[in-house]
């Protein structure tokens, strides 16, 4: 079982940057790939970035390369996202999530979901 919990949502401007947390619980947080997404409301979940369970490997969606950048501490069971020239298309709701023995570059092959922040980016 793992728990996700996201932080440092909020309000920039277009042009601002932006860091992301997920602080995970459970001791093999190692074991589990992990991945942000985003959903705009009324719209599926999109998937923006992932991160092998040593960090050694990432994947970007193509709207996220350039600009997003995912990492992770594994002695602290942390997966962060940076984001960078944030532009207002990416005002959205940011999930976190975690999979055991799969990459999550999609929704279904999530296991576990952190509740979800919110991002909003002003004009």
């Known amino acids: 079982q793992v728990q996700l919990v996201e932080s440092g949502g909020g309000l920039v401007q277009a042009g601002d940057s932006m860091r992301l947390s997920c602080a995970a619980s459970?001791?093999?947080?190692?074991?589990?790939?992990m991945g942000w997404f985003r959903q705009y409301p009324g719209q599926e979940r999109e998937w923006i970035a992932a991160?092998?369970?040593?960090?050694?490997?990432?994947w970007y969606a193509d709207s996220a390369k350039g600009r997003f950048t995912i990492s992770r501490d594994n002695a602290n069971n942390q997966v962060d996202l940076l984001m960078t020239s944030l532009k207002p298309e990416d005002t959205a709701e940011y999930y976190c999530?975690?999979?055991?023995?799969?990459?999550?570059?999609?929704?279904?092959?999530?296991?576990?979901w952190g509740k979800g922040i919110l991002v909003t980016v002003s004009s």
């Open positions: 459970g001791r093999t947080f190692s074991r589990y790939a």
């Open positions: 991160i092998s369970g040593s960090g050694a490997d990432t």
């Open positions: 999530a975690a999979s055991a023995g799969i990459v999550p570059t999609w929704p279904r092959a999530v296991g576990y």
